[in-house]
């Protein structure tokens, strides 16, 4: 069973420096694709970015794309998101989520990640 843990979220203003990281339990020869999704009470959860099994390829929102960067560090076992030019519509809960094989590909349909997290708020303020 994979497990995933992410960390970095907060309050935070729109200027702050701001990472989340999702560590993953599990060999990265047994995880795929990895991804980022957020959610808040007033909508679906929806797709921000993923990446790769190698971190070498990465897909984004267009909500996000050019302020947002998602990474991977196999050797740490960590899943990363750098947020810039956050805005307050960026506030939600942030989860990381990963594909159960190293083959399968980055997607942003959440229903192909079979591992999931347990959320990380992140509340933007202006």
């Known amino acids: 069973q994979v497990r995933l843990d992410e960390s970095g979220g907060g309050l935070v203003r729109t200027g702050d420096p701001l990472r989340l990281s999702c560590k993953f339990s599990?060999?990265?020869?047994?995880?795929?694709?990895m991804g980022w999704f957020r959610q808040t009470p007033e909508k679906d959860r929806e797709f921000v970015a993923a990446?790769?099994?190698?971190?070498?390829?990465?897909m984004y929102a267009d909500s996000v794309r050019g302020r947002f960067t998602i990474s991977r560090d196999n050797a740490k076992n960590t899943l990363y998101l750098q947020m810039n030019n956050r805005t307050p519509e960026d506030t939600a809960v942030y989860y990381c989520?990963?594909?159960?094989?190293?083959?399968?590909?980055?997607?942003?349909?959440?229903?192909?990640?079979?591992?999931w997290g347990q959320g990380t708020q992140v509340i933007v303020s202006s």
């Open positions: 990446t790769s099994a190698s971190g070498r390829s990465a």
């Open positions: 599990e060999r990265t020869l047994n995880i795929g694709a």
């Open positions: 989520a990963a594909r159960a094989e190293v083959s399968m590909a980055p997607t942003p349909r959440d229903w192909k990640y079979e591992y």
